[in-house]
């Protein structure tokens, strides 16, 4: 069944007004008709089963049938920092990590990045982004939207890490604690982040700093994983722990 991410306020306690491309993709692209039923979310948790009453290119309008939480979401709410990688490896990692369960990714620069953020085009960058982001929710069937962030240094990317029930530095080298153990140790989090390198990983002074933050030292098994690789893997290890 087609999925529609609205804005709150687009949504009445008994209908849904959709506008712009996506009621042209009804009308035009699905061919839909009145009657035909689609899932329409707030991308706040919120799904709701609609019928459609009436059909433009600019507008349709639905009639609410009923409404439920979600049941696609993880339990926990999970935020990935991901140092800059180089080519569209960002991009993968986003739809995947929407189809995970994280709900916010924010890119920060490590001393090791060959990839910068131009500042010029940082806008258009966050903007397609988040498209992907927004079409991989919808794909998936979740009812809440994974947010791209804007770009942060390193410091202020561990001042923001501080601040969750847990925090993973995904690190290879030595000091570490498997990921198995550390989510065996915190089954009861809701809140945590998972933080990953670039392709040359994290340099010993970051993995010093951020050991001095508080955050936690992660291994992620005995070989060395590729930047775009990593996250998915905390990612996956944290689903099976702490939400199947």
């Known amino acids: 069944m087609p999925r529609f991410f609205v804005e709150p306020d687009c949504i009445s306690e008994t209908s849904v ?3 712009g491309e996506d009621a042209r993709h009804i009308a035009r ?3 839909m008709a009145v009657g035909d039923e689609l899932t329409v979310s707030d991308a706040m948790g919120r799904e709701y089963l609609c019928r459609l009453t009436k059909i433009r290119d600019e507008e349709c309008e639905l009639e609410i049938l009923s409404m439920r939480h979600s049941l696609a979401e993880s339990p926990v709410d999970i935020t990935v ?3 800059y990688p180089k ?3 960002l991009e993968l990692v986003i739809q995947k990590a929407a189809e995970l369960g994280a709900m916010r990714v ?3 620069e490590s001393s090791r990045c060959i990839k910068r953020p131009k500042e010029d085009k940082a806008n258009a960058k966050r903007e397609r982004l988040n498209r992907i982001a927004r079409e991989a929710c919808g794909q998936c069937g979740r009812a809440s939207l994974l947010k791209v962030e804007d770009p942060i240094g390193f410091e202020d990317m561990l001042t923001l890490a ?3 029930e847990l925090s993973l530095f995904c690190y290879e080298g030595e000091g570490t604690v498997s990921l198995r ?3 065996e140790a915190n089954r009861g989090v809701r ?3 998972v933080i990953v390198g670039s392709e040359g990983g994290f340099s010993e002074s970051e993995a010093a700093a951020a050991a001095r933050a508080g955050l936690v030292m992660t291994g992620l098994g005995r070989r060395i994983l590729r930047c775009e690789t990593a996250p998915l893997y905390a990612l996956s290890a944290i689903s099976y722990a702490l939400e199947l």
């Open 17 to 19: 007004h959709i506008t």
């Open 29 to 31: 692209s699905l061919r």
């Open 81 to 83: 920092f991901m140092a």
């Open 87 to 89: 080519s569209d490896k």
């Open 106 to 108: 924010i890119p920060f």
């Open 162 to 164: 501080r601040d969750f």
């Open 181 to 183: 153990e550390v989510l």
């Open 191 to 193: 809140r945590l982040c």
